[in-house]
């Protein structure tokens, strides 16, 4: 079984920056995309909106509209880490993000979530 660790959350004001990185260990080798989904208070973690993803091997790169131009994905294949650069934050970008690894096979796997508060 996987494991996903996450870092990088915190407090800032809007128009500053972030970023969060996803340390993956286990099934690394089997992942075929990590990124991020975000939830907001009364949502549930499974409900949550997708903010980024980047797939594995080819390194392609998908982004929820919402933060297209702002927030960047990559990932440093050698450290199994991905990391999501969070530029010009606005409030509503407040939530708590969660990085996820689909499988080529197998269950969605989930990080711990790490709060990110964007202050007007």
Same mark, same amino acid.
């Given at each position: /079984?996987? &494991?996903?660790?996450? !870092?990088?959350?915190?407090?800032? &004001?809007?128009?500053?920056? +972030?970023? +969060?990185?996803? *340390?993956? !260990?286990?099934?690394?080798?089997?992942?075929?995309?990590?990124?991020?989904?975000?939830?907001?208070?009364?949502?549930?973690? #499974? +409900?949550?909106?997708? @903010?980024?993803?980047?797939?594995?091997? =080819?390194?392609?790169?998908? $982004?929820?509209?919402?933060?297209?131009?702002?927030?960047? @994905?990559?990932? #440093?294949?050698?450290? !199994?880490?991905? $990391?999501? /650069?969070?530029?010009?934050?606005?409030? *509503?970008?407040?939530? @708590?993000? $969660?990085?996820? +690894?689909?499988?080529? !096979?197998?269950?969605?796997?989930?990080? &711990?979530?790490? /709060?990110?508060? @964007? =202050?007007?």
């Amino acid at each position: /079984q996987g &494991q996903l660790v996450e !870092s990088g959350g915190g407090l800032v &004001q809007a128009g500053g920056s +972030l970023r +969060l990185a996803c *340390e993956a !260990s286990g099934r690394i080798n089997n992942a075929h995309t990590i990124g991020w989904f975000r939830q907001t208070p009364g949502k549930e973690r #499974d +409900l949550g909106d997708f @903010v980024a993803g980047i797939t594995w091997r =080819s390194g392609r790169q998908l $982004y929820a509209d919402s933060v297209k131009g702002r927030f960047t @994905v990559s990932k #440093d294949t050698a450290n !199994s880490t991905v $990391y999501l /650069q969070m530029n010009s934050l606005k409030p *509503e970008d407040t939530a @708590v993000y $969660y990085c996820y +690894l689909d499988p080529t !096979s197998g269950s969605r796997i989930w990080g &711990q979530g790490t /709060q990110v508060t @964007v =202050s007007s």
